[in-house]
């Protein structure tokens, strides 16, 4: 898969876009300004020195401005009126509006009233500084930039799939691939350019290897195993519009978000914790598999559930239908009004902790039994919640600034399926993003296992690519 507009002029960054792009959003960028206060060149110097900026941002001028300008002043004007719109309203909002291309999108949006703040920044000759103002001003979204443009700049002639399948190869071993593996990594940034070509897998390409695991998601062991491969021939091209789909993600967001909240990446399978706007804590969860997607969606918690029960919903009747009555039995299900209920206890799906959820789609967090699949790399395994890694010692901390962890505690401690409401909400928001600034200072890369970076990417210009769906891999019938 290639982008050979997206790599045209690589040390101009003057990307030509590969469609036509999409359609109007919904976002208010039709109306027109007040054109005597902004003189013709004026007007055409500041819109068109602000489209440079655009594939900064993982777009492109051809979004907003398609062609050459018209020669007639008044069709001209118009033209550039509005682009200046709509490059303001894509870095302040989105230049797609996530409720159109999902069917659940509940996380808060940034409001902009782009119109009037157009016309200001043009009118004081501000317009390029104001327009980039717009975009989040954070370190994640710098960092994703700054990702792009590198991999714009270095890798324009890389070729797509020129690491041929086979054996693992394992440190100390001589391989006729390891001289294509060096060159991808090389031009990635994985490896000095320096570092001389050999056959054989020395410990400093294995170095690599693991920097280059551990960015992909995958278990940074220095093993050049199938996934590995699989991960390198997903050319810098593929990179570079997954940044510039996760820096339009980030674009959807509120600028001000609750400086108490958690931050779910469904992608990435881990949380944040944030409180009084400090990071307080990091974890893995499991999310929901293929099919059975987590949605996007902000929420927030409202109590803690110690020792909690579970309703099975109907949505599961059949996975139950193929359990013995043994089974049942030994994990504390029975019949209640027409739905199988779980029981308290070890063995229940929830494990000992639920954290309530206000949501329309009965999604929440929860502890598990199966703590296993916490080792694993692959966290989509779920039927759509959100499972917790040592979620007791979470609902306790969550708890403790809360200031009812007594209440928590003693809970816990009856067995018994018990309600203990926080004082405060917290919220929680849950996103799907497929790169992202880790707490190493260091881009990291998801695999997009829903399938979901495809719309985005065509309404940004970008061509979509065959997706080959993952299996659901769950294996219990958790929610």
């Given at each position: 898969?290639?982008?050979?507009?997206?790599?045209?002029?690589?040390?101009?960054?003057?990307?030509?876009?590969?469609?036509n792009?999409?359609?109007?959003?919904?976002?208010?960028?039709?109306?027109?300004?007040?054109?005597?206060?902004?003189?013709?060149?004026?007007?055409?110097?500041?819109?068109?020195?602000?489209?440079?900026?655009?594939?900064?941002?993982?777009?492109?001028?051809?979004?907003?401005?398609?062609?050459?300008?018209?020669?007639?002043?008044?069709?001209?004007?118009?033209?550039?009126?509005?682009?200046?719109?709509?490059?303001?309203?894509?870095?302040?909002?989105?230049?797609?509006?996530?409720?159109?291309?999902?069917?659940?999108?509940?996380?808060?949006?940034?409001?902009?009233?782009?119109?009037?703040?157009?016309a200001?920044?043009?009118?004081?000759?501000?317009?390029?500084?104001?327009?980039?103002?717009?975009?989040?001003?954070?370190?994640?979204y710098?960092?994703?930039?700054?990702?792009?443009?590198?991999?714009v700049?270095?890798?324009?002639?890389l070729?797509?799939?020129?690491?041929?399948?086979?054996?693992?190869?394992?440190?100390?071993?001589?391989?006729?691939?390891?001289?294509?593996?060096?060159?991808?990594?090389?031009?990635?940034?994985y490896?000095?350019?320096?570092?001389?070509?050999?056959a054989?897998?020395?410990?400093?390409?294995?170095?690599?290897?693991?920097?280059?695991?551990?960015?992909?998601?995958?278990?940074?062991?220095?093993?050049?195993?199938?996934?590995?491969?699989?991960?390198?021939?997903?050319?810098p091209?593929?990179?570079?519009?997954?940044?510039?789909?996760?820096?339009?993600?980030?674009?959807?967001?509120?600028?001000?978000?609750?400086?108490?909240?958690?931050?779910?990446?469904?992608?990435?399978?881990?949380?944040?914790?944030?409180?009084?706007?400090?990071?307080?804590?990091?974890?893995k969860?499991?999310?929901?598999?293929?099919?059975?997607?987590?949605?996007?969606?902000e929420a927030?918690i409202?109590?803690?559930?110690?020792?909690?029960?579970?309703?099975?919903?109907?949505?599961i009747?059949?996975?139950?239908a193929?359990?013995?009555?043994g089974?049942l039995?030994?994990?504390?299900?029975?019949?209640?009004?027409?739905?199988?209920?779980?029981?308290?206890?070890?063995?229940?799906?929830?494990?000992?902790?639920?954290?309530?959820?206000?949501?329309?789609?009965?999604?929440?967090?929860?502890?598990?039994?199966?703590?296993?699949?916490?080792?694993?790399?692959?966290?989509?395994?779920?039927?759509?919640?959100?499972?917790?890694?040592?979620a007791?010692?979470?609902?306790?901390?969550?708890?403790?600034?809360?200031?009812i962890?007594?209440?928590?505690?003693?809970?816990?401690?009856?067995?018994?399926?018990?309600f203990?409401k926080?004082?405060?909400?917290i919220?929680?928001?849950?996103?799907?993003?497929?790169?992202?600034?880790?707490?190493?200072?260091?881009?990291?890369?998801?695999?997009?296992?829903y399938?979901?970076?495809?719309?985005?990417?065509?309404?940004?210009?970008?061509?979509?690519?065959?997706?080959?769906?993952?299996?659901?891999?769950?294996?219990?019938?958790?929610?």
């Open positions: 898969m290639r982008f050979p507009c997206l790599f045209a002029s690589a040390a101009a960054l003057a990307l030509a876009a590969c469609s792009g999409p359609a109007n959003t919904g976002n208010d960028t039709g109306a027109a300004l007040d054109a005597s206060k902004v003189d013709d060149k004026s007007l055409e110097q500041q819109v068109m020195g602000a489209l440079d900026d655009a594939p900064k941002h993982g777009l492109t001028k051809d979004l907003f401005l398609k062609g050459a300008l018209p020669s007639d002043k008044a069709q001209r004007r118009s033209v550039l009126e509005k682009a200046a719109n709509e490059f303001a309203s894509a870095l302040a909002m989105g230049r797609v509006d996530p409720a159109k291309i999902r069917d659940v999108y509940t996380v808060p949006r940034p409001k902009v009233d782009v119109t009037s703040g157009v200001q920044a043009l009118q004081q000759n501000k317009y390029r500084e104001w327009v980039n103002s717009l975009a989040p001003q954070t370190d994640e710098r960092a994703l930039s700054k990702a792009f443009v590198a991999l700049q270095r890798t324009p002639d070729p797509d799939g020129a690491i041929a399948g086979g054996r693992t190869i394992k440190r100390g071993a001589s391989d006729p691939r390891v001289p294509a593996i060096a060159a991808n990594l090389k031009q990635l940034g490896l000095p350019p320096e570092l001389p070509a050999s054989r897998y020395t410990p400093a390409i294995a170095q690599g290897v693991a920097r280059f695991q551990a960015d992909s998601g995958q278990k940074a062991d220095g093993v050049l195993g199938s996934a590995t491969i699989a991960a390198l021939n997903a050319s091209r593929d990179r570079a519009r997954t940044l510039a789909v996760a820096m339009e993600r980030l674009r959807w967001l509120d600028r001000n978000p609750p400086a108490t909240r958690i931050d779910v990446n469904t992608a990435g399978t881990y949380l944040d914790y944030f409180r009084d706007g400090q990071h307080i804590d990091n974890r969860v499991i999310v929901g598999e293929p099919g059975k997607e987590t949605p996007q969606l927030p409202f109590q803690l559930v110690a020792n909690p029960t579970w309703t099975v919903p109907h949505s009747d059949d996975e139950m193929g359990k013995s009555g089974w039995a030994a994990n504390g299900f029975s019949q209640k009004d027409g739905q199988w209920v779980q029981a308290s206890g070890p063995k229940n799906s929830l494990g000992i902790v639920k954290f309530d959820m206000r949501d329309d789609e009965a999604i929440y967090l929860h502890d598990t039994p199966a703590k296993a699949l916490f080792g694993v790399d692959e966290r989509h395994r779920s039927h759509g919640c959100v499972r917790v890694e040592d007791i010692g979470f609902a306790h901390m969550l708890a403790q600034a809360d200031g962890e007594s209440k928590f505690t003693d809970a816990l401690a009856t067995g018994k399926e018990t203990v926080l004082g405060h909400e919220p929680v928001r849950l996103m799907y993003h497929t790169a992202w600034l880790g707490d190493d200072g260091r881009v990291h890369f998801a695999q997009d296992v399938g979901w970076d495809n719309d985005v990417a065509a309404a940004l210009g970008y061509a979509k690519v065959q997706q080959s769906r993952a299996a659901a891999t769950s294996g219990d019938v958790g929610p």
